[in-house]
């Protein structure tokens, strides 16, 4: 990724992005990223502060403990779950917390989603972490274990989490999923459920890496 002072400009364009879509609430989702060029390093949103106006000077810097090096600032307090992320996946370099309402409504219904097209595939294996307390040890675990199976995991009754190479690819999953599902949801209001790619084909694209 870029300098700290770039990373931090991203994070804030990814939270108004994530904002101005309804994917991240007034205080509700959170945003961090891996700064590669310090050890144990990392940068994520504050605590229950307005995700409309953030700078980047209020992006905190925490050790890989959830520490911040600034006293006076407080982090997520989802940080515990972004970081045991990144020590189970060395390869993640962001993580997103969004609080996207048909996701969150997929998790309440354990719901699940058809092969239907090629920007539904990464989600048909995605799991659901039964509700935790934020930052709790066990919701740390589940949400390790669960993307295991998918680059995104749903939260039940709290938002969907999606991790990345990068800020960019993480976003882009968050909002993929909310695409996918007004699809779905259209379907069903049609009457019919999607039409699902052969097997096959869903084989070929896994094999091919498109997924």
Not at 167 to 193: D, T
């Amino acid at each position: 990724m870029s300098s700290e002072e770039g990373l931090r400009q991203e994070i804030v364009d990814t939270v108004n992005e994530l904002f101005s879509a309804g994917l991240i609430s007034a205080t509700g989702g959170n945003v961090s990223a891996r700064v590669t060029d310090e050890e144990d390093t990392f940068l994520v949103t504050p605590t229950m502060s307005f995700k409309g106006g953030l700078k980047p000077a209020d992006i905190v810097k925490v050790n890989g403990k959830g520490k911040a090096r600034d006293r006076r600032q407080r982090p997520s307090v989802e940080t515990a779950v972004h970081l045991s992320v990144y020590v189970a996946y060395p390869e993640i370099e962001a993580v997103i917390h969004s609080h996207a309402g048909l996701s969150i409504a997929l998790g309440l219904v354990n719901g699940s989603i058809p092969p239907f097209s090629v920007d539904a595939l990464p989600f048909t294996t995605m799991k659901i972490v039964p509700y935790q307390l934020s930052g709790t040890p066990e919701l740390c675990v589940g949400v390790v274990q669960a993307l295991e199976h998918s680059p995104a995991v749903l939260l039940q009754s709290h938002g969907l989490l999606t991790v990345g190479w990068t800020l960019r690819q993480a976003a882009n999953r968050a909002e993929a999923l909310e695409e996918v599902l007004q699809v779905l949801l259209a379907c069903r209001a049609f009457g019919k459920e999607p039409v699902t790619l052969p097997p096959e084909t869903v084989e070929l694209l896994r094999a091919a890496g498109a997924v």
